[in-house]
């Protein structure tokens, strides 16, 4: 009987996990571009409470950051992605892509490179999440 209620409990645990994980792959992707000097969409509009995938790409010739600890702290992540964001950004070289899966927080964060001339000549942006 033991085994059977221990059998019964594992089975509950998981479900949990595999419903997660199941809405991880079917979230919408969405593509922010990191060009020079400027991140496309500049404004990144998400619906709050709905997992999704930001998928990032590099299209510059240099390394590009992407900073917004506000909107990370918020949302909730996946597993893998946490750890990548844990600073509050991320850095990605020439032709680099970066997906990170999350359901937002809703709000109006603000979102920039770390490098401040890059940050000067347009590398910002907003994320508004309603």
């Not at 085994?3 to 409990?9: D, F, K, N, P």
């Not at 680099?96 to 890059?118: F, W």
């Amino acid at each position: 009987m033991r085994r059977l209620l221990l059998a019964l409990a594992l089975v509950f645990l998981a479900v949990p996990a595999s419903a997660q994980q199941a809405e991880w792959r079917t979230a919408p992707e969405y593509d922010v571009l990191l060009r020079p000097w400027a991140y496309e969409p500049k404004v990144i509009r998400l619906r709050a409470g709905e997992p999704v995938r930001l998928r990032f790409v590099n299209q510059g010739q240099t390394t590009h950051s992407f900073s917004a600890p506000a909107f990370f702290r918020a949302a909730r992540m996946r597993g893998r992605d946490a750890e990548l964001v844990a600073g509050g950004g991320f850095r990605l070289g020439p032709g680099e892509r970066r997906t990170i899966a999350l359901v937002p927080a809703p709000g109006r964060y603000a979102a920039s490179s770390r490098n401040i001339v890059q940050r000067l000549l347009g590398m910002h942006g907003v994320i508004a999440v309603e």
